[in-house]
């Protein structure tokens, strides 16, 4: 099996700075893209950013320049540097990946629990 364990949201005042962790475990033969999206409440599920195993990036335009995606291939981790926090960041944030645990199967998609983040004085 294959688990997605985020860490690293909390509470952070506007203009602050979080940092999330995702690692992934379990039975992988490789990685391929990862990336973060978050849910608010109401609202649907959408992209924040996502890194390819050769290092593209892509943002949403809602956290470009602000946000930073980058991942460790060795220890099967992406990160997601925040930066210039906003209220309207505050969602249930989840990264995902694509892996295969096989070189004969095909990739699968995987997700993480979630990590809240919120962004309130």
């Known amino acids: 099996q294959v688990q997605l364990v985020e860490s690293g949201g909390g509470l952070v005042q506007p203009g602050g700075s979080l940092r999330l962790s995702c690692a992934a475990s379990?039975?992988?033969?490789?990685?391929?893209?990862m990336g973060w999206y978050r849910q608010a409440p109401g609202k649907e599920r959408e992209l924040v950013a996502h890194?390819?195993?050769?290092?593209?990036?892509n943002y949403a335009d809602s956290v470009k320049g602000r946000f930073t995606i980058s991942r460790d291939n060795a220890k099967n981790t992406v990160y997601l540097q925040m930066n210039s926090l906003k209220p309207e960041d505050t969602a249930v944030y989840y990264c995902?990946?694509?892996?295969?645990?096989?070189?004969?199967?095909?990739?699968?998609?995987?997700w993480g629990q979630g990590t809240q983040v919120t962004v309130s004085s």
């Open positions: 995902n990946a694509d892996i295969f645990i096989s070189a004969f199967l095909p990739v699968g998609v995987y």
């Open positions: 890194i390819t195993n050769g290092g593209n990036t």
């Open positions: 379990g039975r992988i033969f490789s990685i391929n893209d």
